[in-house]
């Protein structure tokens, strides 16, 4: 008798917590929907300045290949030296 008792309270108990916790779930929930959005706005403001970086880096070559052609230096042979 006091076993089945005791399993009616469990029971009650769970019962009445599991609208608190249906709620703890979803608050954490919104919070993780939140923290993937934030993350992916981070996310894209990276990639857009790593792509300003590609291109200034991409025009610094130009001005350099132009720099060296005018100087009259063999691109292929500084490469070359550089690498050794």
Do not use: C, Y
């Amino acid at each position: 008798m006091g076993f089945v008792f005791w399993l009616f309270l469990s029971n009650l108990i769970q019962i009445l917590l599991m609208p608190l916790i249906m709620v703890g779930q979803n608050v954490i929930g919104r919070h993780a929907e939140a923290r993937a959005e934030h993350d992916l706005q981070i996310n894209i403001k990276n990639e857009q300045e790593i792509e300003v970086i590609l291109h200034h880096l991409e025009h610094q070559n130009e001005v350099l290949t132009a720099m060296m052609k005018k100087l009259g230096v063999d691109i292929t042979e500084a490469l070359a030296q550089v690498k050794r």
